[in-house]
Structures are given as C-alpha cells and as structure tokens.
C-alpha cells in the first residue's frame, strides 16, 4: 500500500520526502529519547535542590550532593560551586555560563535539520503540485483522459505527503525547542539562585 502510494505520487518527487521523512523520524526518536533521560532525572533532581537550599547550605555540603548526579542542571551547579570555592564569583560565573551555553547547544541538537526538513517538504509538495497540474493542463489539450488522471495524482498524492511531512517536522521542533528554552531558563534561573544564596551566607559568616 505504501508502495503504490509512492508510486502514484510520482517516484521523483515522492523518494525525496520519503528520504526525509526517515530523517525526520530518526531525529523525532532520538530527541525524544534524550527528553526521557532528561525528565526520569527530574525528581532526584527536586530532591537534591531542597538539600542544597536548605538552611543548613555550605558551599562544600552542596558540592558533595551535586557531584554524583547525571542531570544537567545539577552539572552546571556543580561546576559554578566549586569554581567558586577554588577562586572568585566571576570566575565561577563565567565557567558555569559556558556549560549552559554547552548543555542548552546540546538539547538544540537537531533541530535546526527539523526546521530545514519542514521547509523543503512543503517546497516539494507545492513542486508536486504544479508539475501534476501542468501534466493535466498539458493532457486535456492532448484529449488523453488515462494520463490526466496519473497527472493529477502526481499533483494530491505530492501535496499531501509534503504538508504531513511538514506537520510532523514543525510539531517535534516545536515540541523540542519549548523543551529547549524551558532547560535554559532553568539553568540560569539554578545559576543565579546558588550565587545569590552563596553571596548572602559569605556576607553573613563576614560579620
């Protein structure tokens, strides 16, 4: 069925959206894949916040809870704290800015493909659609009712892949760039919080 389906939508048109449509797919997988990492690490995560927040906050107790976790919030943290433990706040800024500039790059992975792919389908399938109406135009000055009918087809059959490529492409880029800016917003926020939180209990320890 998917076969005659290429077929009818004309095979050098349909092939490259087939093509990119297993793209598409295969990087819809992956990033969903590393979401799930992301969000199954959320709640230890939650956990490992209250500890560092709580009253008790030293600059050493919060590097020991942050140095076994995997999530990338915690990493960043992990980084500001003991740079500046090592040196200055602005040091330590500076570092932990760059791994979230690292981490929130790599969430973004890929998605720049999706926008690429989302665009392209749409010019394929509009491509498909006026080659099949012209081929129409061109058979009914012809008067070959046969070929009319695969002409037109080239043209629905084209469309429609390409604007349900285009659907799905957008709606994961969507998807995965909200994911994407949510992450970053929470680094930052994380980053700023731990520097105000330090500040005050370094000002206080001063007196």
């Not at 500890?51 to 076994?68: C, G, M, T, V, W």
């Not at 981490?103 to 493909?113: E, K, P, Q, W, Y």
């Not at 390409?162 to 957008?170: A, R």
Request: net charge neutral.
């Amino acid at each position: 069925m998917f076969q005659d389906y290429i077929i009818k939508g004309g095979i050098e048109w349909m092939l490259p959206i087939v093509f990119l449509s297993v793209i598409a797919l295969a990087l819809a997988m992956e990033r969903a894949f590393f979401w799930c990492c992301y969000f199954s690490k959320n709640r230890q995560y939650r956990k490992n916040l209250k500890k560092i927040n709580a009253s008790s906050f030293s600059i050493e107790r919060a590097i020991e809870y942050l140095s076994d976790s995997s999530h990338p919030v915690m990493k960043a943290l992990h980084l500001f704290l003991k740079q500046l433990k090592q040196s200055n706040v602005n040091s330590a800024e500076e570092i932990a800015g760059n791994e979230v500039d690292r981490i929130v790059t790599d969430s973004r992975a890929g998605l720049d493909v999706l926008t690429f792919i989302a665009n392209v389908s749409g010019t394929l399938g509009l491509l498909g659609t006026v080659v099949g109406v012209s081929m129409a135009l061109e058979d009914v000055g012809l008067g070959d009712p046969t070929k009319l009918t695969e002409a037109l087809s080239i043209a629905l059959y084209t469309t429609v892949a390409g604007v349900m490529l285009f659907l799905f492409s957008y709606f994961f880029f969507f998807l995965f760039n909200k994911f994407s800016n949510g992450l970053e917003s929470e680094l930052v926020y994380q980053v700023n919080t731990i520097k105000s939180y330090s500040q005050i209990r370094s000002s206080i320890a001063k007196r």
